[in-house]
């Protein structure tokens, strides 16, 4: 109060003087300009009131943390998973996460130290078990981090934070033991048996196709990852062996470039066409003397080359060449299979994905 006062006899004397000097000009009334002069001081010392009280208000507003945040111990769905469906109901516990109890723990193992912080004199830090569960809960799902916020009662700043950091770590730990390629000769041979074994298709090292990721762009961005289905999106390139597993992926070309031009700039093109990838030599097919080289089937959008085959065009076919390309795209199915089941479990790629551009 001691302070608005102060304000007003400031404004008080500021239009005293003004008056005085607009007086002496004008030869105005002085009795009028003084009334003048007061609606305005009053004016303004209201608009001042007013602003002090929002600003007040705002303030209030403000919390370190909102209460019911802050009572997330023994509350929430992460108190149902970690106390009562881990011991209770353990495929309930794999449905809510997509992993079993054991399988988190070995997880959890690898990432930990990557993941956990601090705790400081202001508050405790969210741990390391608690931000796994949230990432597997939204990448499993798809929820946005408000809804998730709601129900794990951690703050949606803070997931928004911790997510991006678990999802490196995880692939950081994983990729070389899970989404490791061949290299050598051996390897490879081994997905051909797998492939002529389970899909009579001999001599074939993987399955390519890509799959549009749709999300959030940036505005300045314009149309530079807008795609032929009228979304903006970036490309998924995958390879997958004779059960579904991914070998190889490329993820990050704007959804415009066809799979073809997602395939021709990926290192896997490169050691492709230089030989470095350690495929086989060419063997003979059973049954025949001709050696074949061994390839990866994809469909129309990719380029013929040596090692990546292709069904015939459409147009024209022989009964021949008809029944090679059912063949083909028999063995072909397992990679959008193999997409079926990447989405299906980790719904996050079912929806458009919207995330922070920094």
């Known amino acids: ?4 006062v102060n304000y007003y006899y400031y404004y008080c004397f500021l239009i005293k003087n003004i008056i005085v000097i607009i007086s002496t000009i004008w030869k105005m009334d002085r009795h009028r300009l003084l009334l003048a002069s007061t609606a305005v001081v009053c004016a303004a010392l209201v608009v001042y009131l007013k602003k002090r009280q929002n600003n007040n208000t705002r303030i209030k507003r403000r919390q370190w943390s909102r209460k019911w945040l802050q009572r997330r111990h023994g509350r929430g769905t992460l108190a149902l998973l970690n106390t009562e469906l881990r011991t209770e109901d353990p495929d309930a516990y794999k449905n809510f996460l997509r992993l079993d109890p054991a399988q988190f723990a070995t997880l959890l193992n690898l990432v930990e130290n990557d993941i956990k912080k601090q705790d400081t004199l202001m508050r405790e830090s969210i ?41 490196r770590a995880i692939y950081k730990h994983l990729k070389g033991k899970y989404l490791a390629t061949p290299t050598t000769s051996e390897g490879w041979l081994k997905i051909a048996r797998e492939y002529e074994e389970k899909w009579n298709f001999p001599h074939c090292i993987g399955a390519l196709d890509g799959r549009h990721i749709c999300f ?6 314009g149309s530079f990852y807008h795609n032929y289905k009228g979304t903006d999106s970036i490309i998924l390139l995958g390879l997958v062996d004779a059960q579904y ?10 959804g415009r470039v066809s799979d073809g031009g997602v395939f021709g700039a990926s290192l896997l093109s490169k050691k492709m066409r230089d030989g470095s990838l350690g495929l086989p030599e060419p063997q003979c097919l059973p ?14 959008a990719f380029p013929l080359l040596t090692n990546l085959l292709k069904p015939f065009p459409q147009r024209s076919l022989s009964y021949e060449n008809r029944i090679f390309n059912y063949r083909l795209s ?29």
């Open 1 to 4: 109060m001691f302070c608005v």
């Open 127 to 167: 741990s390391a078990e608690h931000k796994l569960n949230v990432t597997l809960r939204f990448l499993a799902t798809g929820e946005t981090y408000r809804s998730l916020m709601y129900s794990t009662r951690i703050h949606e700043s803070t997931i928004s934070k911790f997510v991006p950091e678990v999802c």
């Open 216 to 221: 959030s762009a940036p505005i300045s961005s």
């Open 245 to 254: 597993r991914f070998i190889y992926v490329n993820v990050g070309v704007n």
């Open 287 to 300: 049954g025949r003397i001709t050696k074949v080289p061994y390839v990866i089937v994809a469909d129309e």
């Open 330 to 358: 028999r063995a072909r199915r397992l990679v959008e299979c193999g997409f079926g089941i990447l989405a299906n479990r980790w719904r996050i790629l079912l929806n458009k994905i919207h995330l922070s551009h920094t």
